[in-house]
């Protein structure tokens, strides 16, 4: 019979995996524990800037 995972083991292995994400050059933006489902939600190159959907146009008024 499998041993059930612990909450410390599942939060070891999610923290294991944002490092392993970052160390790539990725760039997570959420990490969600579900039981044993780790959800790691990434930013998107378009999105890392949050000025980008602001419009900054001198000309107008």
Known sequence: ???KM???NIEQ???R?????ENAGKLV???????RKIEITLI????SDE???IGMRH???
């Open 6 to 8: 612990t909450a410390t």
């Open 51 to 53: 000025f980008d959907r």
């Open 59 to 61: 000309d107008q008024t």
């Open 44 to 47: 998107k190159g378009d999105d």
């Open 13 to 15: 292995r999610a923290l």
């Open 1 to 3: 019979m499998a041993e």
């Open 29 to 35: 933006s959420a990490v969600t524990i579900e039981g």
């Open 17 to 21: 995996l944002l490092k392993m994400f």
